[in-house]
């Protein structure tokens, strides 16, 4: 193979190999030898596997090669080890070891010779005598080991005749072979073979016949001599000594897996990258040999541990769980030993192994083993990545590049790196298993219960009761809105907040719809026990359910195991007519507020029960949005109200909405029930691993309607989460609208008030949100996302649910956490391991080509980034354009976009901020989002596939680029930079959790 170089010419044999060497003895610059060192080991692997051997000009040059590695080695200063290493790693273990092991080639190239010359005129051994000479002067490579040790089996068997290698031998008579065997010439081939096998002693599976003592005897040849009294001095030397002389004797009596191989490697790696910053005698010797030695622990790792993961540990169960983790521990070691992996890499083997070693006293601490495991699976892919990465570097515009990259797959796949890659997928097999039993021990539970009936599937929620359902009190029964429910009702309880309180309510459980599917009970069941809920909420309430005096509103919301927004169906204000509306205004200070809870419940039950598009109900009335209604007077709101409904029972298509608020409330809960039907659901909770038994949930709970224009909507983020908090002025962020309901805030219908405004406006209830802060987040160990509504000066906590952060708000959060002593070191580990040694990429437009790039709308950056991609505003279009996409919305996010969330880059919202449903999706998938951009669907016949964004005329599938980072949005196509986030500030925190991971693997690095 020719691998061409612009600064030291081409590589065609193993001399050319040897005079890069000598070059690059006197080059400083790493990038060089990088480059270098690349296209050598490239060169290597491809003459081996094409050619099974090294070619040099001479026989000689193979040893001259092992010479020039040397003397490289000996002027390598040690900058860059991590980088540089791999490589180094990978040219030694690839080149033969004939003068370490004091082997001369010319000897070898004699008794060839001599053999030959013996037997060349014998009919029988005469040709393959000749052959074995011939290969031996081509090769010195595995090529005459192999030959050698098929000719020696053909000697000892009772054939007369063979093909060896290319070589026939036939009529060979038993007496013919014993005389060959039994002579001394012969004797000194199988010598020569032997100190081939030395030589190429850590490629190939060439060990696989040593026994324990000739691998040790190997090792101890390769330090003869140069362990000096200077080496001895050297901290990290009694550390390898130690863990060698301890495999020693375990491996009397026991296997390679209990000599904790990695822990020898760990500890000779940190010996050779002390050894490269000094200046020790026969340096380059040193290093050659001490990274031969490893290379054959490497080889003896990857037998041994390969056999082991693929058969002891191919399906982990709780009896081999410790013991898979102590051999991942181990494993780990090993990959970092070849140089593969960071520092952090190894930092999380050394946390996991200082874990094991508590278990006995802690064994809650098991639970840390997951999120650890998934860091470093994390941080094992991206260690793939950038070594492809950097090979590929250097493959562009090469004839050989598709055999060039198979090589590349085989310096993972031939290397413990590769193993540890199965071991932890079968480790993260068994968390997915064992995630699952939850589930199982709630469908056990029921099981005990004998004969189930639907008050087996309801319970009961608000700070005026404090009933307990027991072990069924968990999240995958109850479903995650009602386990807050409970949860905020006690804390509200607990620490006694004055106008502070949760709407009183009922929850049905997420396997509810399921067993009433699988005949445990009847739909009717289900209505039976609504109307129940509803009498007992009349007690508890004072009000009076369908009274238009006093009308006691309800809602049925959706609740599963997971957070669905957009997905899972609600409805609102349910138990008001035209009747009850028209009468209620009468009693109420603004009577217009009936008509709005009126209208709400018209629209939130077309949408969820009737499945109607009520964006385009509402402006077939003349309206832009429900929020535009909301904002008239009463007159011109009943008129609207009157409109809505006309319209519904003309696109109800025979279904329409009933008057009768049991009949309301009976068909809302049974929609949100199978709004758990759909396709986009079905295929969310496959990827989320639910189990089918456990579907969503329903609450009947009463609804505050806004009666005011006092009263408040919105939503209490206890952090940041963006930023965390860097750059901004209070450690919470809020959203809220007065005189709306709270979902003109999450359908992002409005541009909501921020945290000052809150502060300012509502005092009281700021610093009661941050006393039930206080007590949240020790309670989930999360920051958390609180929904509320102020009626009356009362404020309602709607909802409590684990906070959506952005990868820095979540480091950051986590430290803070620990700060306040919420997080042990080992929650905080936990927490951020999955981010502490990746970069934070930020994606900006590159501000030197945005001079001339008019700006065609600006909005509100929710969540930064940059991105050019084509315009969606029909879910049902995205199947029509490839590349990027940018969904634009005026307000929700619907299914079918969540569920392609690996086609959109990008989110654009008409109105809205950072709690808009579109933000939340954004946040969630780290996409660029801008809200409250002004934008219209052009409504003139013939245009109205147009969308109009500011004056600009789009159409769907057009290019678009926006700057979530400043809110602006262009036409031209602007070049985009990604360019890593170093903030001062966020740095320091990175740093003091990894100094934190320092302090707790401490007692167990030097181990």
């Keep these: 193979m020719y691998l061409g170089s612009d600064k030291y010419g081409e590589i065609k044999y193993v001399d050319d190999v040897s005079r890069l060497l000598t070059e690059l003895c006197g080059e400083r610059d790493i990038a060089v030898i990088k480059e270098k060192l690349v296209d050598i080991v490239l060169f290597i692997r491809y003459e081996l596997k ?60 004699d008794i060839a010779h001599d053999f030959e010359a013996e037997y060349r005129y014998d009919p029988v051994f005469g040709s393959i005598a000749a052959d074995i000479r011939k290969l031996t002067h081509q090769h010195l490579s595995d090529k005459v080991i192999s030959k050698i040790e098929k000719f020696e089996q053909f000697l000892l068997s009772d054939k007369t005749s063979a093909m060896i290698d290319g070589s026939t031998v036939y009529n060979v008579s038993k007496e013919a072979k014993e005389d060959l065997l039994e002579s001394e010439i012969f004797q000194e081939l199988l010598e020569l073979k032997n100190k081939l096998k030395i030589a190429w002693s850590d490629r190939g599976d060439t060990k696989n016949g040593m026994s324990r003592e000739e691998f040790f005897k190997v090792i101890d040849s390769n330090l003869s001599g140069l362990i000096t009294d200077e080496v001895k001095t050297l901290k990290n030397y009694e550390h390898f000594l130690h863990h060698l002389q301890r495999a020693k004797e375990v491996l009397k009596d026991k296997e390679w897996e209990d000599a904790a191989i990695g822990r020898i490697r760990y500890n000779l790696k940190k010996l050779i990258e002390e050894i490269t910053l000094t200046e020790t005698k026969n340096k380059g010797e040193l290093l050659f040999r001490l990274i031969t030695t490893d290379s054959l622990l490497e080889q003896i790792a990857f037998i041994y541990y390969s ?173 995650g809105k009602g386990f807050s429910q409970i949860r905020n009702s006690r804390i ?100 217009a507020r009936a008509y709005q809870a009126y ?98 949930g329903c609450l009947i709970q009463e609804c505050v309607p806004v009666l005011s224009a006092n009263d408040c909507s919105g939503v209490f983020f206890t952090r940041n989460p963006n930023t965390g908090r860097i750059g901004s002025k209070y450690d919470e962020q809020i959203e809220f609208s007065d005189g709306f309901f709270g979902n003109v805030i999450a359908d992002g219908a409005i541009t909501p008030g921020n945290t000052e405004d809150f502060i300012r406006l509502h005092p009281e209830h700021y610093e009661g949100f941050r006393k039930f802060k206080y007590v949240d987040e020790r309670i989930q160990r999360f920051p958390t996302d609180i929904e509320f509504a102020i009626r009356g000066g009362v404020a309602y906590i709607v909802q409590s649910r684990v906070l959506k952060q952005s990868p820095i708000a979540r480091i950051i959060n986590s430290y803070e956490f620990y700060k306040e002593n919420i997080y042990t070191k080992y929650k905080l580990i936990k927490r951020t391991a999955f981010g502490l040694n990746k970069k934070i990429i930020g994606t900006y437009l590159d501000r030197k080509a945005l001079s001339d790039a008019p700006v065609i709308a600006q909005g509100k950056p929710v969540n930064g980034g940059a991105v050019r991609g084509r315009l969606i505003k029909d879910q049902n279009s995205i199947s029509l354009f490839d590349g990027k996409l940018i969904f634009i919305t005026e307000s929700n996010v619907p299914p079918k976009v969540i569920m392609a969330e690996n086609r959109f880059y990008g989110y654009i919202s008409k ?95 030097q181990y």
């Excluded at 169906?569 to 008001?576: C, K, L, N």
């Excluded at 535009?628 to 007159?635: H, I, K, N, Q, T």
């Design 50 to 109: 094409t050619r099974g051997s090294l070619k040099g000009i001479k026989t000689e040059s193979l040893g001259e090669l092992e010479t020039h590695v040397i003397k490289f080695l000996a002027s390598y200063n040690g900058h860059d080890f991590e980088e540089l290493y791999h490589l180094i790693y990978e040219l030694i273990k690839q080149i033969p070891k004939f003068n370490i092991y004091g082997i001369d080639i010319t000897e070898l190239r």
């Design 307 to 479: 056999n082991l993961v693929n058969t002891k540990y191919k399906i982990i169960t709780d009896n081999t769980y410790i013991d898979a983790l102590h051999l991942l521990v181990d494993l780990t070691f090993c990959v970092r030993a070849v140089g593969h992996g960071t520092k952090i890499l190894g930092r999380f083997a050394l946390l996991i192994e200082r874990i094991l070693l508590q278990l006995d006293s802690r064994p809650d601490r098991i639970a840390h083993f997951p999120s650890i495991v998934e860091a470093m699976n994390s941080e094992l892919e991206n260690n793939f990545l950038a070594i492809k990465e950097l090979y590929y570097s250097y493959l562009s515009d090469r004839d050989n590049a598709p055999a060039l990259t198979a090589i590349l797959n085989n310096i993972i796949r031939e290397k413990t790196t590769h193993v540890l890659g199965i071991l932890i997928n079968s480790i993260k097999n068994y968390d997915v298993r064992k995630s699952a039993e939850p589930y199982q021990q709630i469908l056990d539970e029921l099981k005990n219960r004998g004969k189930l009936t639907i008050k087996d599937f309801v319970y009961s929620f608000g700070t005026d009761i404090d009933e307990s359902i027991g072990k069924l009190e968990k999240i995958e029964f109850m479903g």
């Design 492 to 591: 509200l309880r607990s620490i006694k907040l004055p106008n502070f309180d949760v709407p009183k309510g009922y929850g049905f459980s997420t396997l509810t719809w399921y067993h009433m599917q699988k005949g445990f009970f009847t739909v009717d069941d289900i209505r039976n026990e609504i109307f129940r809920m509803i009498k007992n909420l009349e007690k508890r309430t004072g009000k009076k359910y369908g009274d238009s005096d006093n009308p006691l509103l309800l809602m049925a919301r959706s609740g599963s195991v997971v957070s669905m927004p957009g997905i899972l169906d609600t409805v609102s204000h349910i138990g008001i007519n035209k009747e009850i509306a028209d009468r209620w205004s009468k009693n109420l200070k603004e009577p």
């Design 599 to 696: 209208i709400s419940f018209m629209l939130s039950y077309a949408k969820s029960v009737l499945g109607l598009d009520t964006e385009a109900l509402v402006k077939e009335t003349g309206f832009d949005s429900y929020v535009s209604v909301f904002r008239e007077g009463l007159f011109i709101m009943k008129d609207a109200a009157d409109a809505i409904f006309q319209a519904i029972q003309e696109k109800g298509c025979g279904a329409f909405i009933p008057d009768d608020p049991y009949e309301q409330i009976y068909k809302s809960a049974i929609a949100v029930f199978r709004s758990f039907e759909s396709d986009v659901v079905k295929k969310q909770t496959i990827h989320l691993g639910i189990p089918e038994q456990f579907q969503t």
């Design 911 to 1005: 109105e809205g901020g950072v709690t808009s449903h579109a933000a939340l999706v954004a946040i969630g998938e780290g996409k660029p989002c801008v809200t409250d951009v002004h934008w219209e669907q052009n409504k003139e016949p013939g245009h109205e596939d147009e969308i109009i964004i500011g004056s600009t005329v789009l159409r769907e599938g057009d290019y678009i680029t926006l700057d979530a980072n400043t809110g602006m949005i262009y036409k031209e196509d602007i070049p985009i930079l990604e360019v890593s986030v170093v903030d001062s500030e966020y740095k320091e925190i990175k740093d003091a959790i990894l100094s934190v991971i320092e302090e707790l693997v401490a007692p167990v690095e």
